[in-house]
């Protein structure tokens, strides 16, 4: 890294975290590079939630702002004057989404720049409480960066190595002394590869659900990027891969359960068409099936149609009805 960089103060601050990190047991560096970027997008959570919630602000009022440029079409003043006036009325910043990113950019590059060449050993402490990184890499604390880097490319050392990797090198690297030697490398390509694709069909789907159709340029975007991403780490080595595997996953969480969240809120309308009551579910065949309901009674007394007063069946004619008759006849 070429020095006097403006990202310098952000390379120490992520190499003096990686190796507090590293100090605490098991001494791991894949791990300490696992948590090391959870806390980076922990950090970074509030503001993409922020960008997020105003991108979703802004898709909500779309039609209205859609029937504003419409009406003033032929006035760009005045149409800057009523959106204006309509951001300010709904409490819209339309920046609020772009302006997170001035922020997260640099936290990204800062990391994705500590691991790259000259390598990590040039941004992490070389004494003090938290230089064990520093000597497990290096050999000890008075061995220079450069020299260390060469050290490093003769021989990986044991801190180095995670799950069968060996961070320093990329699959290119790997792939030099065969397939089966660079499994593990490819198993890590593979996943980036996977997360990149999922990320943009969660997109793809929640943008389904308002409705809107998928373009072709976006159908292009769902094969591409995902290869793109393998295209790019397939020459990083696996420190870097290992960090974009693990904060693609955390974006994968965080937009499932917590952005979809936030989009639920700012529609209501789609939130209570998806809490639609079930309806009842029917009975299964092996389900008890209700008791008959009884037969109705046959009614006492001497009713027209009565039945036998005492309790007969409805075939039998009645013995009063017969008399009855006679009566008539007299």
């Known amino acids: 890294m070429l020095a006097g960089s403006p990202f310098d103060p952000l390379y120490r601050a992520i190499g003096w975290l990686l190796a507090l990190l590293y100090s605490i047991p098991p001494h791991n560096l894949g791990i300490a590079i696992i948590v090391l970027t959870l806390i980076v997008m922990a950090v970074q959570f509030p503001l993409i939630a922020k960008q997020t919630r105003s991108m979703i602000q802004m898709q909500r009022v779309q039609p209205e702002i859609k029937k504003i440029q419409q009406k003033y079409k032929d006035d ?9 006036k309509f951001y300010q009325e709904n409490k819209i910043n339309p920046l609020a989404g772009c302006l997170p990113l001035l922020l997260i950019l640099p936290i990204g590059i800062a990391v994705f720049g500590t691991f790259r060449d000259p390598g990590v050993q040039a941004h992490i402490p070389r004494t003090g409480t938290f230089n064990r990184l520093y000597v497990d890499l290096c050999g000890s604390a008075s061995t220079t960066p450069t020299a260390c880097k060469d050290a490093i490319k003769q021989h990986t050392p044991s801190a180095m190595h995670f799950l069968g990797l060996e961070l320093n090198l990329s699959t290119a690297d790997a792939l030099k002394d065969g397939v089966l030697h660079a499994l593990p490398w490819l198993i890590l390509l593979a996943f980036v590869v996977f997360t990149g694709w999922y990320q943009v069909r969660q997109t793809q789907a929640r943008q389904l659900r308002q409705g809107a159709p998928i373009n072709k340029q976006m159908q292009t975007i769902t094969r591409v990027m995902p290869l793109f991403f393998g295209f790019i780490s397939y020459r990083l080595n696996a420190a870097t891969t290992l960090y974009f595997v693990v904060s693609n996953g955390w974006r994968i969480g965080q937009q499932h359960f917590v952005l979809n969240k936030m ?9 209570a068409k ?7 579910i029917e009975a299964s065949e092996g389900d008890a099936k209700p008791p008959p309901a009884p037969p109705p009674q046959p009614r006492r007394g001497g009713g027209k149609s009565g039945g036998a007063s005492g309790g007969g069946t409805g075939n039998r004619p009645p013995a009063n009805a017969a008399r009855r008759k006679k009566k008539r006849k007299r």
């Open 274 to 280: 998806k809490a639609k009551p079930k309806p009842a």
């Open 76 to 84: 760009r003043a005045k149409q800057n004057e009523e959106l204006l």
């Open 263 to 271: 989009y639920d809120e700012e529609h209501p309308g789609e939130a």
